[in-house]
């Protein structure tokens, strides 16, 4: 109970949320193309369900990851990782990755789809997730059983907010730079630099996020400019 009083757990609940729902875009198209073939009334069944077994799958992977990134250095590495996953957010470069996914042509098959699919696909969900949590398999869980049913219910509402209101996922790719930042001021070898340090450790959130959210920036500018020069 005490935990729950604090502003750093509901902080980091908050950030959990944005960062679930901002790396949903590619799990709701994921469970659309996969029940898409079924009757209209195993739809919302297979959608239902399959996203429960994504659920349980991703919980477990996100402990695990919890537990991974205790390792000394991991924590560095995971870090940077995120880095790279704000910057693809905001730019859109998603590194070639298709959704190829056969529409199922039953309950179970479908189910299977998305479950696979979710796992699949949702690593880079399971390491933002991870990094905001500070260790916490409440926060884990609490986070996803929040987003999830925003996710299910209203991944289409969510992927056309974010098509009219470019700056929600600035927003959300700063969420995931903050969480970068966390991960690397946390891992122990940096934590010795930087102890004693206030400056350099507010320093190290600066860079992060404004390197993240101004380079991804900068390269949405330019892309717009070649598209109006080459029109």
Do not use: C
């Amino acid at each position: 109970m005490e935990l729950l009083m604090t502003a750093e757990f509901w902080s980091a609940l908050a950030a959990i949320v944005v960062i679930d729902l901002v790396l949903a875009g590619d799990n709701a198209i994921v469970i659309a193309l996969a029940a898409r073939n079924l009757p209209k009334v195993h739809q919302r069944k297979a959608i239902l369900w399959g996203t429960v077994g994504a659920v349980v799958v991703r919980t477990t992977l996100t402990v695990a990851v919890l537990w991974l990134l205790q390792v000394p250095g991991l924590m560095l590495a995971g870090g940077a990782l995120l880095v790279w996953i704000a910057y693809r957010l905001l730019t859109g470069d998603d590194g070639g990755r298709e959704h190829d996914v056969a529409p199922a042509a039953s309950f179970w098959a479908a189910m299977r789809t998305i479950v696979i699919a979710d796992a699949v696909m949702g690593l880079d969900n399971v390491l933002a997730v991870a990094g905001a949590a500070h260790g916490s398999v409440l926060l884990v869980v609490a986070g996803l059983v929040i987003s999830i049913p925003i996710v299910v219910w209203g991944s289409t509402l969510i992927l056309n907010w974010i098509e009219r209101f470019p700056a929600l996922l600035y927003i959300g790719g700063g969420v995931l730079a903050w969480t970068a930042a966390k991960m690397l001021a946390d891992e122990p070898l940096i934590q010795q630099l930087l102890a004693g340090r206030s400056g350099l450790n507010a320093l190290l959130y600066i860079l992060v996020i404004s390197s993240v959210l101004g380079s991804a920036w900068l390269r949405n500018r330019r892309a717009v400019t070649a598209k109006e020069i080459l029109s």
